[in-house]
């Protein structure tokens, strides 16, 4: 079986590529696709992923600064990519992959990262981005988007196979699409992202908390370092960078127990996980890799109780020893509200049953997220569903 994995883009190295490229492992032999291809060697070399076949997006000037602008135009070129050689497409979309080019006898799969989010729920922040959030042009973009919605709808029937990559996003392609999906957890490198060894920091020795995310809106960043600037008994050291900066820094208010180390590798960010008190996050994710990150290197996790990390965090309850229905003991607290008066009442619920959480508990429930685990369960899926005829398209 010949099979074709097709990408919407190829521009960092975040959790996203990580899903492809054990993807790639999971399916040897398969040729990588993708509108876009705009990482560097090195980043490519780190991730084990082939330089992508592309479509004539590739030759616009900057275009690997300035993509999501080009959004209205991506359905079109997605239809310049040439499948023919593949039995199976299998696109892994959050935007437009799904709808990649095939012809009656090949079958469509696609392990689904999200449902289109500029054109379902994102679609203000999108065009806040692309500074299309006002005047005619403004209007021309949300009569675009909302065609997009549409296409995006119509696309999906055409897809014989769905995977969602969370039970959360498994609901969200059932609303969106009305179609049913198998659940599929992206892979977490638990062999990389481990407690250390002998003699080295333990969960927890440092005192401090530590977050670590890419600074853009939906990532709530700002309010984790706001919640820390007014508690000044308590540090936070803060990892990553992005378009939010100057709103993440301001929020420090020029606080000293504040500390940002900008973007990190990931000697740096392991370092910190292993020796951290707790990692603190406070978006709404569709699946989220960091929380698990954290976790698989003994260190609990303090966060926002919607979106994928209620399955991925296992909640501590009010009998504190029991064991939670994932057969699990408990990893972490949730807030309810993305507000820093809400993270500063779940760093003080998480004091006062830190002792609850151990270190081991948060390892073991790690592992169930481990990459042999997704490329196992991916190449399965993808035999199975790609010998079925092909839907009438």
């Known amino acids: 079986m ?38 560097s ?13 592309t479509t004539w997006m590739q030759r616009i000037p900057g275009i690997g600064r300035s993509y999501r602008s080009w959004l209205p135009l991506m359905p079109g070129a997605l239809r310049s990519l040439d499948l023919s050689g593949a039995d199976v497409v ?5 935007a437009v992959a799904k709808a990649a080019p095939v012809a009656p006898r090949q079958r469509l799969l696609c392990l689904c990262l999200s449902p289109m989010r500029y054109a ?66 992206p892979p977490v490198d638990t062999e990389y992202f481990t ?33 820390f600037a007014g508690d000044p008994a308590r540090r936070l050291v803060v990892i990553g960078d992005g378009p939010d900066r100057a709103k993440v820094r301001a929020a420090a208010g020029g606080a000293a127990n504040v500390t940002f180390l900008g973007h990190a590798d990931r000697a740096v960010l392991r370092t910190h996980l292993r020796a951290a008190r707790a990692f603190v996050f406070a978006a709404e994710e569709d699946f989220g890799i960091a929380p698990v990150e954290a976790q698989a290197c003994g260190t609990p996790v ?18 504190v020893d029991s064991v939670h229905e994932s057969g699990h003991r408990p990893t972490g607290i949730f807030f309810a509200g993305q507000d820093a008066v809400s993270i500063r009442e779940a760093v003080e619920r998480f004091e006062s049953s830190e002792d609850s959480l151990s270190h081991e508990a948060c390892r073991a429930n790690a592992e169930r997220f481990a990459a042999s685990r997704f490329r196992r369960e991916l190449a399965e899926w993808v035999a199975t569903a790609g010998k079925t005829g092909p839907a009438s398209r």
């Open 2 to 39: 010949k099979v074709a994995v097709v990408v919407d883009w190829l521009t960092d190295s975040g959790g996203a590529e990580s899903v492809f490229s054990e993807a790639l492992k999971a399916l040897p032999g398969a040729t990588l696709h993708a509108l876009v291809d705009g990482m």
């Open 41 to 53: 060697a090195a980043e490519h070399e780190r991730l084990g992923i082939p330089r992508a076949r």
């Open 90 to 94: 299998l696109a892994i979309s959050h």
């Open 120 to 185: 379902w729920d994102l679609r203000g922040q999108y065009l806040t981005e692309a500074g299309l959030d006002r005047g005619v042009r403004g209007l021309v973009a949300r009569a675009l988007l909302d065609r997009m919605r549409g296409w995006d709808h119509r696309t999906a029937a055409r897809v014989d196979s769905f995977a969602s990559i969370s039970r959360n996003i498994e609901d969200r392609v059932r609303r969106s699409y009305g179609r049913d999906s198998v659940v599929i957890y």
């Open 195 to 227: 407690p250390g060894d002998a003699g080295a920091a333990t969960p927890g020795s440092e005192g401090y908390y530590v977050t670590a995310s890419r600074f853009v809106p939906y990532k709530r960043v700002d309010l984790i370092v706001r919640a």
């Open 302 to 319: 303090i966060a926002f109780g919607r979106g994928g990390a209620l399955e991925t965090v296992v909640p501590l309850a009010r009998a």
